[in-house]
Structure formats: structure tokens, C-alpha cells
């Protein structure tokens, strides 16, 4: 009777366990396919010189300090705004824009440089010019503007800024971040093998006795 009693403790504590277990699971590969989407979808971009956006949408690393800071030269200027600071390794998440109406002073987007570098700063500027519309941009911890682009070269608006993600997908893009990609997808099949495995040998056992 004694060891009855025990082996019912264990089963109640088993399934106490189980349902924690496939949160904690489910939760880990919810990260997991979060993270892999976010590479899949900035590789594309990447590749295809920033062409690309899945439902308008993009994401983009931050590789400069142009934006972490507000240099004393603009203090005035953005003295009435809720200044957001985007550090490098910053991921940050961008919306089209439908027309080149819709850009507003003060504004945060990408656009992409003549020699192929996406750049993320402040609008300072619009104008029209010729026939031809035109954004002036400038980091807010820089001293002077950039140089005027046209609408055509702009990729989106900044809605959200995620820190150090991009770190992750930087990472991920190097031959150490794939493998360990490899590595991991492994040991989670493995793990998940080894504890069916387990829960079957438990069933057997309890069939027996």
C-alpha cells in the first residue's frame, strides 16, 4: 500500500510538470521562429537591395551611432520631442509609406544611399523640386544634414525600435550564428526524442505493475 501511495504522488507531480513543460516549450520556439523570421526577412531585404517588405513592413539593423544621441547643435530644435535613442545593433521595424504626403518633419525613416547604404535618421526638410520630390534627413547626433534624396530612395517609417535584437541577427548571419542555428535545432529535436522516449518507458513500466 505504501508504495502505491508514493507512485500516485509521483504520477500527481508528473502532471503537475507537464503542462509547465509545453509553456516553457511553446514559448521557446514562439522566440525561436520570431528570431528566424526576422533573419529570413532581413537577408531577403538585404539581398535584394532593400526592395523587399512583407506586407509593407521591413526590418533593418542600426550599424551607426547617428541616432543614439542629440548633439547640443539640435537640442533646440528637438527640444519638443520625445527624443528616441537607437543604438547600434538596434533592430527596428518600418512601415511604407503610400505616398510622399504622408513623411512629416521630425519623422524617423530609412532610405537607402546612392552607394547602397540604408540610413536611418530624422526628417528635417521636404520640398519639391523640378517635378521631383525631395527629403532632407539629419542624425540627431550629427552636426550637419544629409544630403537631399528623393522620395523614391525613402524604405519607411521607423514604428518600432527593439534593443539589441539586431545583435542577435547579426550574429545569426555569421558562419558561428548558422551552425549554431544547426546545433540548436539538433539538441530541441533530440531533447523532445529523449523525453517521449522516457514517457513511453514510464507507461511501460506502469503497464507491468
Not at 101 to 123: A, K, M, P
Not at 129 to 134: E, F, I, K, L, P
Amino acid at each position: 500500500m505504501g508504495f502505491k501511495g508514493k507512485e500516485k504522488n509521483i504520477d500527481k507531480n508528473t502532471n503537475k510538470k507537464g503542462p509547465f513543460k509545453i509553456i516553457l516549450s511553446i514559448i521557446g520556439w514562439a522566440l525561436f521562429g520570431i528570431i528566424c523570421t526576422i533573419f529570413v526577412m532581413n537577408q531577403i531585404d538585404l539581398r535584394n537591395g532593400y526592395q523587399t517588405s512583407i506586407f509593407g513592413y521591413r526590418a533593418s539593423i542600426v550599424v551607426s551611432e547617428s541616432m543614439s544621441r542629440v548633439d547640443a547643435s539640435n537640442q533646440e530644435r528637438l527640444k519638443d520631442i520625445d527624443v528616441l535613442s537607437i543604438q547600434i545593433n538596434d533592430l527596428i521595424i518600418t512601415k511604407n509609406y503610400d505616398s510622399f504626403e504622408e513623411i512629416q518633419v521630425n519623422e524617423i525613416l530609412t532610405y537607402l544611399r546612392s552607394d547602397g547604404q540604408l540610413v536611418c535618421h530624422r526628417v528635417i526638410d521636404t520640398y519639391e523640386s523640378d517635378g521631383y520630390n525631395y527629403v532632407v534627413t539629419q542624425g540627431d547626433a550629427n552636426t550637419q544634414p544629409d544630403f537631399p534624396v528623393q522620395y523614391e530612395a525613402v524604405r519607411g517609417q521607423v514604428i518600432k525600435v527593439i534593443p539589441k535584437v539586431g545583435g542577435v541577427v547579426r550574429f545569426l548571419r555569421s558562419g558561428f550564428g548558422l551552425g549554431g542555428i544547426c546545433f540548436t535545432v539538433f539538441f530541441i529535436c533530440l531533447g523532445s526524442y529523449i523525453s517521449k522516449q522516457d514517457d513511453k518507458k514510464s507507461g511501460n513500466i506502469k503497464n507491468e505493475k
